[in-house]
């Protein structure tokens, strides 16, 4: 089951928007509304920033957003703070399995 | 609140066995199925193996099939993986995670994780 690809890297300065990318295939995320996006700090167990492309649990700042266009979704995070400094994983259903698949991973670096 | 406690991991030589727990509460467990997710050092996540909330299905990845048993035990509000004939491959962080699905299937998302229990494969 091929992951799903993201940026290794985006970096932002303090106030700025930055914006992390998930690609898949017309059989992953081009084919449903279901992706979801993780954070995860070093040592830290992952924790849940969207599902079903842009929505936000209960808890979750406003900061952060997701889109999708094709088979390409976003995670958008808008007034970047050092807090926001991580990794981001995307997630999504998959025709082939759909308990999901992952990507690869994006390291956020607040400047 | 939820919470999810993994325990078990420890170091085990190549071929041997290990059984990994995880102890949820802050929800009712009876009613949502769970999730094993696993990280190799300095890599990205991966998906393990996930059992219903009443343990009538249960679904694994391909890399883990035929070695690797989930289970649960709902009187105990605890889950299991018993992992057997294990590699240096299988060397992670493995994480439980609950499925947001009330008496679901199964979801591609997960909304709540525990914090972890490294499992070292080594001779």
């Known amino acids: 089951q091929s992951a799903l690809t993201q940026p290794a890297s985006v970096s932002g300065s303090p106030g700025q928007s930055i914006t992390i990318s998930c690609t898949g295939s017309s059989s992953d995320v081009g084919g449903y509304n279901y992706v979801s996006w993780y954070q995860q700090h070093p040592g830290k167990a992952p924790k849940l920033m969207i599902y079903?492309?842009?929505n936000r649990p209960s808890g979750v700042s406003n900061r952060f957003s997701g889109s999708k266009s094709g088979n390409t979704a976003s995670l958008t995070i808008s007034g970047l703070q050092a807090e926001d400094e991580a990794d981001y994983y995307c997630s999504s259903y998959t025709r082939r399995n759909t308990l999901g698949v992952f990507g690869t991973g994006t390291k956020v670096t607040v400047l | 609140q939820v919470q999810l406690v993994e325990s078990g991991g420890g170091v085990v030589q190549p071929g041997g066995s290990l059984r990994l727990s995880c102890e949820a509460s802050g929800f009712t467990f009876t009613t949502y199925g769970m999730h094993w997710v696993r990280q190799a050092p300095g890599k990205g996540l991966e998906w393990v193996a996930f059992i219903r909330y009443d343990g009538s299905n249960k679904y694994y990845a391909d890399s883990v099939k035929g070695r690797f048993t989930i289970s649960r035990d709902n009187s105990k509000n605890t889950l299991y993986l018993q992992m057997n004939s294990l590699t240096a491959e299988d060397t992670a962080v493995y994480y439980c995670a609950k499925d947001p699905g009330y008496y679901g299937s199964g979801s591609y998302w997960r909304d709540y994780w525990g914090q972890g229990t490294l499992v070292t494969v080594s001779s």
């Open positions: 079903d492309v842009s």
